[in-house]
């Protein structure tokens, strides 16, 4: 059986942003008889140490670390990686699967001190650049090291089309689009036939967290409901500290519009989408946002909810080509409330849209075709 290390620098808890893409890795390995085990960065240090979720083997380096942006939290990952390093240098193992940039310097290092395999996987395009500008330097040179070190690794797993695109003229050779889609059981087999109804759920689902976009869906929301338009925004995720009383001043205004569920399981996704009728997301297009495929993305489709998107990573290719949603300016509410109105007068249309994504989730973009390409990765790795 091949002993499979993964490197996580996030807690690895249901709530948190990649779960599910981690989840979907380690399970499909799991399922397939390889032996995984994810070591993971208890930031809050009041997780279990050891855990067994479905057959992967949970380990938790505990080190408190919060999640400010630039090198002030970064230089936390010093004494983490130290404490990586020493639990799996002499840790009996067939492949390091590192999760993203922090552990990659870790994770490659070992695998070839070792002769062992290493796959490196990006969830995100574009690492470290939500860091305030006066780092540039800093990011630019990490960004070198992701330049010069993928051609490295035995595979690299990516998200979306755009870092598709971009390894390749990196000149990387073992490249996997492995997109963080949906389990095919999440799929409903047809959308919620949507005929107008008196009020109109506008879902925004996911984590609420500064420079998110959560700012221009307050705005957008807003600006229809001063318009007349009978809407109700549902809110579900964590919203991280560091935003609460930001957040709290923005949806004081037309909280009488608004309901927020708070953090919640992914077991919960099914009915938070079937109170939806179309999910909401706008992001603003910083350097960190312009070439990102959000997940929720892909989940909305698979659970019959047409999109209002910013044109950001893919999504306008992929809505262009499948017609499952909308794509606005999300600098300009009256394009957003134009893109709503659209969808919200046209309930033909949001049923036209809504079969469309779930076709396109159906026949690529689910975890039946996503674990398939990676357990084809794995294997050709020992062929």
């Keep these: 059986m091949k002993k499979v290390l993964m490197l996580n620098s996030m807690s690895f808890l249901p709530f ?23 070591i993971a960065w208890d930031r809050d240090e009041d997780c279990p140490a050891f855990e067994n979720i479905d ?57 070839k001190l070792r002769r062992k395999k290493v796959t490196l996987d990006l969830c995100e395009p574009s690492y470290y650049s939500n860091w305030p500008k006066r780092y540039l330097p800093l990011i630019k040179t990490i960004g070198g090291m992701e330049r010069f070190l993928s051609k490295r690794f035995d595979c690299i797993f990516v998200h979306n089309l755009y870092q598709m695109r971009k390894f390749k003229e990196y000149g990387v050779r073992h490249l996997e689009q492995v997109s963080s ?45 001063e318009n007349g338009a009978p809407i109700k925004l549902l809110l579900a995720g964590k919203i991280m500290d560091v ?37 909401i997301q706008l992001y603003r297009l910083t350097d960190w946002w312009m070439n990102i495929t959000p997940t929720k993305f892909f989940e909305s489709l698979a659970h019959g909810v047409p999109v209002i998107v910013s044109d950001m990573g893919d999504l306008r290719e992929l809505i262009e080509k499948h017609q499952c949603g909308i794509v606005v300016d999300e600098t ?35 975890w039946d075709v996503m674990g398939n390409r990676l357990l084809n990765r794995y294997n050709s790795m020992f062929t």
């Excluded at 942003?17 to 979907?24: F, Q």
């Excluded at 036939?193 to 807003?222: C, H, M, N, W």
């Excluded at 007068?345 to 049923?351: G, L, T």
Aim: hydrophobic share 40%; with cysteine.
């Design 55 to 111: 057959g992967i083997k949970v380990e938790r380096i505990p080190l408190k670390a919060g999640f400010v942006k630039g090198p002030a939290n970064a230089l936390k990952h010093i004494p983490f990686n130290a404490k990586l390093l020493k639990k799996i240098l002499s840790r009996d193992l067939d492949v390091i699967h590192c999760f993203n940039l922090d552990t990659m310097l870790v994770g490659l290092s070992v695998a």
């Design 332 to 366: 300009d509410p009256q394009n957003i409330l134009h893109g709503m109105e659209q969808a919200i007068r046209d309930p033909e249309r949001i049923q036209e849209m809504a079969e469309s994504g779930l076709r396109l989730v159906r026949e690529e973009y689910n």
């Design 243 to 279: 935003y609460k009383e930001t957040f709290e001043s923005l949806v004081r205004p037309i909280e009488a519009h608004i309901e927020v569920t708070g953090p919640y399981h992914p077991a919960q996704l099914p009915d938070l989408y079937a109170r939806t009728d179309l999910s």
């Design 181 to 225: 889609a949906p389990q095919t059981k999440m799929i409903v087999e047809a959308p919620s036939v949507y005929r107008g109804s008196k009020q109109i759920v506008l879902g925004r689902i996911g984590t609420i967290y500064p420079e998110s976009g959560f700012e221009e869906t307050v705005d957008a929301v807003r600006y229809m409901i």
């Design 16 to 38: 948190q942003g990649r779960y599910l893409r981690v989840y979907n890795e380690a399970r499909t390995l799991v399922e397939a008889g390889y032996d995984v085990t994810l």
